[in-house]
């Protein structure tokens, strides 16, 4: 299918704005929407592209969304908030259901056909099953009982109830297709003039995860963060970008047992006296998701994922502009 008229949710971040660059640099007409300050500073970022519009929507469960969706033809929705989020969970909450659900009845009034949704792999327990409703037992009420340095189930709380809402309202509604692409950590550059929205490596951690790629040009450094897959974020750019999913459902894994430092002297040697010690890396066990169904059913080939070093250099070059 080709389409000519997206709407992107969440188009400031790490993700969102990748997946906008994927679509504009492909001849699409693209709306972005962000809130508040970032609305101004995403318009710098694509400002050298004359088929991007910014809009602002500060709530999506209460904001006028007709302007938004005015002549769209796909939505990919991305926006979320993110595991450093420190306001109210109530908050949190309402997007992830009154939200949710407001966007997609918005989408399909103004006869949007197709909705792109990306989740995430923390829904599910690590060691699977990883079906389509095999999601972790983990409930706002849960969330509420944690303490401020839990606040990753926050996070994990709203992207379950999010895809349960989503999953609920397609059955719902037949005539609408909706794609759900649950990757793991996202690592990868930022998009051209991204320093409009993230100016200092200490606000990496409000954005994305590159913030973790930055652990490692620390030589003092002895955290490690433990996860069992990763994706480059120019990857699920390229699968979300491009809507010829034909499940309801999809889950991006990626990942071979090795070390978490795929950096080193001789790929960064401006940099060698940042790095921590190689000593101290973990070793991951070997995690690879079915590449031949995902070449079936997403048209992706086995051999053309960005490989783990290049994502990892390619970040560190987009955080030091090198």
């Known amino acids: 299918m080709v389409y000519s008229t997206y709407l992107v949710t969440g188009a400031s971040g790490l993700l969102g704005s990748q997946i906008v660059k994927k679509l504009l640099d492909a001849g699409h007409t693209v709306r972005g929407s962000a809130r508040g300050e970032k609305v101004s500073n995403l318009a710098k970022v694509f400002a050298n592209y004359d088929k991007f519009t910014v809009v602002d929507v500060p709530d999506l469960a209460t904001s006028d969304l007709s302007v938004a969706f005015k002549d769209v033809e796909v939505l990919i929705h991305v926006a979320a908030f993110l595991p450093s989020f420190r306001g109210e969970i109530e908050v949190v909450e309402k997007f992830a259901t009154e939200g949710t659900e407001r966007i997609m009845d918005s989408a399909r009034l103004a006869g949007v056909k197709t909705i792109i949704v990306t989740g995430s792999q923390v829904t599910y327990n690590i060691s699977g099953p990883f079906g389509p409703r095999d999601w972790q037992a983990v409930t706002f009420d849960d969330a509420r009982n944690t303490t401020e340095a839990q606040h990753f189930v926050v996070y994990i709380a709203q992207k379950i109830i999010s895809e349960q809402t989503m999953l609920n309202w397609a059955e719902k509604h037949p005539d609408t297709r909706v794609v759900i692409i649950d990757p793991t950590y996202i690592f990868g550059p930022f998009v051209p003039n991204y320093k409009h929205i993230v100016n200092h490596p200490k606000l990496y951690v409000l954005e994305s995860s590159n913030y973790f790629v930055h652990f490692l040009?620390?030589?003092?450094?002895?955290?490690?963060?433990?996860?069992?897959?990763?994706?480059?974020?120019?990857?699920?750019?390229?699968?979300?970008?491009?809507?010829?999913?034909?499940?309801?459902?999809?889950?991006?894994?990626?990942?071979?047992?090795?070390?978490?430092?795929?950096?080193?002297?001789?790929?960064?040697?401006?940099?060698a006296d940042r790095l921590c010690s190689t000593e101290k890396a973990p070793v991951f066990p070997m995690q690879v998701t079915d590449l031949d169904r995902n070449e079936k059913y997403l048209g992706v080939k086995k051999g053309s994922y960005t490989s783990f070093q290049k994502s990892i250099v390619d970040t560190v070059d987009s955080i030091h502009g090198r």
Do not use: Q
């Open 217 to 271: 040009l620390r030589p003092e450094n002895k955290v490690f963060v433990v996860y069992h897959g990763w994706m480059d974020v120019r990857d699920i750019a390229t699968l979300t970008s491009t809507p010829i999913v034909v499940l309801s459902w999809v889950l991006l894994k990626v990942m071979t047992g090795k070390r978490l430092l795929p950096i080193s002297r001789k790929s960064v040697p401006e940099l």
